[in-house]
């Protein structure tokens, strides 16, 4: 994983990229966009690898990284407590936990121990514009 440039996602309904209560940053689900649509489309376990699954991991966490420097700062992360990722996968796909760690390990590269979470990784049916991955990310911000 070489190219560790934040990704920008627009927002694509009514809703906040990031809301902060507290110390609490709670960053909306993202997915990797490149070049105005989803980085990677497809299912995984059926049109994409793991492999494949974990670029997609990757982009997302870029992406959501990229609103949280935008609106707050990288700087001003303490920790990131929860990352919650979801895997557009075929019903008898069983390896969610290997995809999503294209993002922990995006989250470790990039924040270092402040990078280090706890998680859950599942699988849907759909994702927006076709996405293979979508993530949700919950902060805590220095003061």
Sequence with gaps: MSD???LEHPTAGSYAPLIIT???AFVSGHIGWRDDKASVVGVVGRDLSVEQGKVAARDAALAALGTLDREVGLGRVASVVRLFGMVRADPEFAQH???IDGASHVLLDLLGDRGRHSRSAVGMTSLPFG????LELVVCLDQ
């Design 131 to 134: 996405a293979a991955v979508e």
């Design 22 to 24: 507290g110390n609490l």
């Design 4 to 6: 560790l440039t934040l």
């Design 97 to 99: 936990p290997a995809v």
